[in-house]
């Protein structure tokens, strides 16, 4: 047996099989109810009666919950809540806090599976497969992994020296104070994840979900209650982000805010933070994801069947709403015209609609604002003398918010779609002559602000190298010969730097790192009884 937990297996969802029965027949029973989502506040269910409801992307005329939006007074009693829970919860001990989380990841490996996975399916349009990978296997690996890594710091971090007469040691002691934890709509994993990982080794916070993810994201807070998290540890406040940061700015007791989310956003709360400092009993830990503009470089001798499955996968699975998708794509002009006729047929195939479809490839993007924008950024390139759409374009958000697969092929590597994030099933192609490999790597690197994910592909060791060094600092997570998508718990640690985040590596022990205070402890066991010094003796002579 391993000393390490192991990734949860991915069911397959395969026909015939009983997983595949089980969730279409849960799908079918959340289709059929309207959940009323309240406040989680000190472990009791607070219904404001400020209501806002939440709807299926793929088919947004069905709701399925009505949620009550925190105000003041509830932000407030929910930041005393978890500022008041922390010493019972530090008390229980690290043991006790770890057999919590890993109940949660025995719950949601078993009977909590389908629930989950299907409302993830519902609430953030996702296949059985996207969700299968996200809300439940990726969340049990960070539940398990993390529990393993913190059982790991006491030892890992004891100093190395204790002289005769003395014992030195170091406590892991959490962060004194709250974590605010504002959460993503695209991985529930990483919505659970965010408030979690601070309170498996001590903290406790305030969750703030996603506006378009309240329904995944409050059976996730059912399902660690029911595991058997003590009240007040994480507080679940639906509602407004920038009110819920200024009370929890407002509050001495901030210790640390957990994001993830736009760099627009992040750079915002960072900001106000710096001006709350004074106010604040110590200086707050910022750990933040906020996106990239993920790329894929070509070389000519590349694996061209492996790049085009590459550029579908990464640029399309779950409408190109991750922040590790495939949005750009340096292809030497040889490459381009090797593998464009297939790769445009592939894309042709792509079946998309409803996720309970199984046959689908695709879903709908997750609402009218993101519908907009992404749909901006094709229009203007339609318009563009440097811009040619070579596939997809199309868009209608009648039903559903669905936007086709979409293929930008420019001749301008700093085009608008080459080096911001759009967040869409949109890829922008550059090409490039194939001798002029070294300056595309270059370009590669100085186009983008963002440094979240990356990949080479190359069939010559030297040329991985030589992008493996040229792009050290473009990619926080960098992949070789495959889609820069897909990280897995303990595996490949996520996290990019530039505007893409702090890189602090969820899914690593780095991570947990952030929400540890630790307190060096020495205990003198033969206590000096003479305050002078052999130095201060006057000499014989």
């Known amino acids: ?59 947004h005329g069905h709701v399925i919950a009505n949620v009550h939006l925190a105000g003041r007074d509830e932000m407030e009693a929910a930041c005393e809540a978890a500022v008041n829970a922390q010493k019972a919860w530090i008390d229980l001990g690290l043991e006790a806090r ?18 989950v996975n299907a409302s993830t399916m519902l609430n953030q349009s996702k296949t059985a497969f996207q969700a299968e990978i996200d809300a439940a296997c990726e969340l049990i690996d960070f539940w398990r992994f993390n529990c393993h890594y913190a059982r790991g710091f006491h030892d890992d971090f004891q100093p ?17 104070g709250f974590v605010l934890s504002i959460t993503p709509f695209n991985f529930s994993s990483i919505a659970a994840n965010l408030p979690s990982a601070p309170a498996i080794v001590g903290c406790t916070g305030v969750w703030k979900p996603s506006r378009n993810s309240y329904l995944s994201n409050y059976v996730l807070m059912q399902l660690m209650m029911e595991a058997g998290l003590p009240a007040g540890v994480i507080n679940f406040l639906p509602g407004s982000g920038a009110e819920i940061t200024e009370i929890a700015l407002a509050n001495p007791d901030f210790a640390g805010l957990h994001f993830t989310g736009s760099t627009a956003t992040f750079q915002g709360l960072w900001q106000e933070i710096g001006l709350a400092l004074p106010n604040l009993k110590s200086y707050p830990r ?38 590790s998708a495939a949005s750009r794509a ?47 950024y094709i229009d203007r390139a339609a318009a563009r003398d440097t811009c040619d759409i070579v596939c997809g374009g199309g868009y209608d958000s009648s039903t559903g918010y669905f936007i086709e697969p979409t293929i930008i092929v420019t001749s301008n590597p700093n085009s608008e779609s080459m080096i911001e994030e759009i967040f ?19 370009i590669c690197d100085e186009a983008s602000p963002y440094a979240l994910t990356g990949s080479i592909f190359s069939s010559n060791e030297e040329n991985i190298q030589k992008a493996y060094n040229a792009l050290r600092f473009t990619a926080g997570n960098f ?59 006057p000499d014989e002579n």
């Open 1 to 59: 047996m391993p000393s390490h937990p192991i990734n949860e297996p991915i069911l397959g969802y395969a026909p015939g099989s009983e997983e595949r029965r089980a969730l279409q027949a849960e799908l079918d029973r959340q289709m059929a109810e309207v959940v009323e989502i309240p406040c989680i506040i000190n472990g009791e269910e607070v219904y404001t009666g400020t209501t806002t409801t939440q709807v299926i992307p793929h088919k």
């Open 98 to 115: 770890c057999a919590i989380f890993e109940r949660c990841a025995d719950l949601l490996a078993g009977d909590w599976r389908m629930r």
């Open 160 to 176: 190395l020296v204790s002289p005769e007469g003395v014992q030195n040691s170091t406590e892991i002691r959490p962060l004194e």
């Open 286 to 323: 910022i750990v933040g994801e906020t996106g990239g503009k993920d790329f894929v470089v070509a070389h000519p001798d590349c694996d061209r069947q492996g790049l085009l499955v590459a550029l579908l996968r990464g640029s399309f699975e779950y409408q190109g709403q991750k922040c």
């Open 330 to 376: 340096y292809i030497p002009q040889s490459v381009w015209n090797a593998i464009s006729e297939d790769l445009l047929a592939e894309i042709g195939k792509i079946k998309m609609g409803d996720a309970r479809d199984f046959t689908n490839f695709m879903t709908a993007v997750i609402d009218k604002r993101s519908f907009d924008k992404i749909t901006g």
């Open 424 to 442: 869409g099933p949109v890829l922008t192609v550059y090409l490039y002559d194939d001798e002029d490999f070294d300056n595309v790597l270059k």
């Open 479 to 537: 992949y070789i010969n495959d889609k820069p998508t897909g990280a897995v718990v303990a595996q490949q640690p996520f996290g990019g730097a530039r505007a893409s985040g702090t890189n602090d590596k969820a899914g690593g022990p780095l991570n947990l790192l952030r929400w540890i205070s630790p307190r060096s402890v020495k205990r003198t066991l033969d206590t000096p009884q003479d305050w002078t010094y052999s130095f201060m003796q």
